[in-house]
C-alpha cells in the first residue's frame, strides 16, 4: 500500500511538473504569436463582378520590431487549375481588411507586405507596432533523432482562439539533399503553420504544411493525415526575417529562371552512358526564348554543376534543390558544367526572370456581354500546349447565363478574333468590346481555339432588353 501510494503521488508531481513546464514555455512567447484576421475575395468563374468576401484566420509570429508577422502563403495563394472542382473557387487579390489580434485582447490593423512562394511564407506589417516584442529564434538548432518539441497553434473562434499545444518527438531526420527534421502528424487547428519549440521553451523554428512531401502517396484518403510534419528551421528562413519579399503589381519576386523540363539522371542512365561517376540533371526539353535556348542547351544535356556547386538527382524529390539553386541566384550570369556526347564542357547562361502567370496577369471584363479575359502567359501556354507564336486571350470568366455562356463560350477557350478582327493583347480586345458598346450589334463573333480544333461561336444580343432594365434599375 505505502509503495502505491508512493507511486500515485510521483506521477502526480511528475505530470504537474510537466504541465507546469508546458506552461511556462508558453507563456514566455504568447504575447508574439497572433491570430491573423483577413478577408479574401471569393472568386467564381461565373461572376464578372465579385461581391462576396470570406472572412479568414490565421496564425501569425511577430519577427521583428516594426511589427513585422510572418504567417504561411495560404493568406494569399491563388489557384490556378482549369480542370478541377477546385478552380471556380480562389484568390485573385490581396488580403483586404487585415486585422491582427494579440494575446491580450487588443485588435490593429496591418497591412499585406508580400510573399515567397517557394518557401511558402508570407509578411504582414502592423501599421502601428506599439511596443510589441519580436520573437527571438534560437539560430542554432540542437535537435536530433529523440528530441522533443512543442507545437504551438490556435484553435478556432469557438474556442476563443486559445492556443493548443501539440508535444512531440523528432521520429525521422532525412539528411540528403537538405536536412528534414520530422514528427508523427494528427495536427488539426485552425492553420496548418505553428511555432516549434524546444525542450528548453526556445523558439527553433515553425511547421507550415503548405510544404509537401512529394514522396508519399495519397492515393488513400486517410492516409493524408499520416503524412509527417516537417519541421523547418530557422536558418531556412532568416534571410526573408531580415529583408521580407515586397509585393508589386504584376511583379512580385521575380526569381531567376532557366527555361527547361528536366528529370532525375539515376544510376540506369549512367550506366547507359557507360561512366558510373557521372551525376547530374538531365534536361529533356528546351522552352522556346528561354534563357536556355539562348545559352546553347540542348534536350539530352546532363548539367553537373552551378557554378562550381555539383547537382545531382536520383530522384523526382532531388529536382526541388536544382530548382531553388536556380530560383535563388543572387547574380544572373552563371556557369554550367555540361556533359554532352561524352564530354564536358562549360555553358554561360544569362538566367531571367521568372515569367510572369495568368495570377498576375492583368484583365478585361465586359459585362454587356458577360466574359473577362486574360492575356497570355508563360503558365497558360504550357499549360495548354500552346504555340509559342500564338496570339489571342484566354477567357477567365463567363458570367452564368451572360450572352456568350448561352453562345457556347467556356473559360479557358482561347479568343483569336472578335467581330473578324484579330485580338492580340488586351488593347485590342478593348478596343472591340468599345465598337460593340458603340455600334450595338444583333449579333458578335467570336473566332475561339478549344482544345485542338477552332471555330466560330456567334453571341445573340439584346440591347434593347439590356437599356431598358439597365433604366428600371436605376
Known amino acids: ?177 537538405q536536412k528534414k527534421y520530422l514528427c508523427e502528424n494528427n495536427i488539426k487547428a485552425l492553420s496548418h503553420f505553428g511555432l516549434v519549440l524546444n525542450e528548453d521553451g526556445d523558439a527553433v523554428g515553425i511547421i507550415n504544411s503548405e510544404k509537401r512531401m512529394p514522396e508519399i502517396s495519397f492515393d488513400v484518403p486517410e492516409l493524408a493525415f499520416n503524412q509527417p510534419v516537417e519541421i523547418v528551421l530557422y536558418d531556412m528562413f532568416s534571410e526573408l526575417v531580415d529583408d521580407p519579399p515586397v509585393f508589386k503589381e504584376k511583379d512580385t519576386a521575380r526569381k531567376k529562371w532557366l527555361g527547361i523540363y528536366m528529370q532525375p539522371f539515376d544510376r540506369k542512365m549512367a550506366a547507359y552512358y557507360k561512366n558510373d561517376d557521372l551525376k547530374g540533371v538531365l534536361v529533356n526539353t528546351i522552352i522556346t526564348d528561354s534563357p536556355a535556348e539562348n545559352a546553347g542547351l540542348l534536350a539530352g544535356d546532363i548539367i553537373t554543376a552551378i557554378d562550381n556547386v555539383e547537382v545531382a538527382a536520383e530522384k523526382d524529390s532531388d529536382l526541388e534543390e536544382f530548382r531553388k539553386l536556380i530560383r535563388e541566384q543572387k547574380d544572373s550570369n552563371v556557369i554550367f558544367k555540361v556533359f554532352r556526347d561524352t564530354k564536358l564542357f562549360d555553358v554561360k547562361v544569362e538566367l531571367g526572370a521568372t515569367p510572369i502567370s495568368q495570377y498576375l496577369a492583368d484583365e478585361v471584363s465586359n459585362e454587356t456581354l458577360g466574359l ?82 477552332t471555330q466560330y461561336l456567334f453571341v445573340k444580343t439584346n440591347f434593347d432588353e439590356k437599356m431598358e432594365l439597365d433604366s428600371n434599375t436605376n
Not at 510537466?18 to 506552461?23: L, M, P, Y
Not at 478582327?421 to 460593340?436: A, T, Y
Open 372 to 453: 473577362s479575359v486574360k492575356e497570355l502567359t508563360q503558365d497558360i501556354i504550357l499549360a495548354k500546349q500552346l504555340d509559342w507564336e500564338m496570339e489571342g486571350v484566354w477567357v477567365s470568366k463567363v458570367e452564368r447565363a451572360g450572352w456568350v455562356d448561352v453562345a457556347g463560350l467556356s473559360v479557358g477557350d482561347l479568343v483569336l478574333q472578335i467581330n473578324d478582327k484579330s485580338v492580340s493583347n488586351l488593347d485590342s480586345v478593348n478596343e472591340c468590346f468599345q465598337k460593340i458598346e458603340n455600334e450595338k450589334p444583333d449579333y458578335v463573333s467570336f473566332f475561339i481555339k478549344r482544345d485542338s480544333g
Open 1 to 177: 500500500m505505502k509503495r502505491l501510494t508512493l507511486y500515485i503521488f510521483i506521477s502526480i508531481v511528475f505530470i504537474q511538473n510537466v504541465w507546469a513546464g508546458w506552461d511556462s514555455k508558453v507563456k514566455k512567447i504568447q504575447d508574439k504569436i497572433v491570430i491573423i484576421e483577413y478577408f479574401e475575395q471569393i472568386i467564381s468563374f461565373e461572376a464578372i463582378v465579385e461581391k462576396e468576401r470570406a472572412k479568414k484566420q490565421i496564425t501569425g509570429i511577430v519577427v521583428n520590431d516594426s511589427g513585422l508577422i510572418m504567417t504561411s502563403s495560404s493568406i494569399f495563394k491563388a489557384n490556378l487549375e482549369f480542370n478541377s472542382v477546385f478552380s471556380m473557387f480562389g484568390q485573385a487579390e490581396k488580403p483586404t481588411d487585415i486585422r491582427v489580434k494579440l494575446h491580450n485582447g487588443n485588435s490593429l490593423p496591418a497591412e499585406f507586405i508580400g510573399k515567397d512562394d517557394d518557401k511558402e511564407l508570407a509578411f504582414i506589417r502592423l501599421n502601428k507596432p506599439e511596443g510589441i516584442k519580436p520573437l527571438k529564434f534560437k539560430d542554432k538548432s540542437n535537435l536530433k533523432l529523440g528530441s522533443e518539441v512543442l507545437i504551438i497553434q490556435h484553435l478556432p473562434e469557438d474556442f476563443n482562439y486559445e492556443f493548443i499545444v501539440y508535444p512531440r518527438r523528432i521520429n525521422s531526420i532525412i539528411s540528403k539533399p
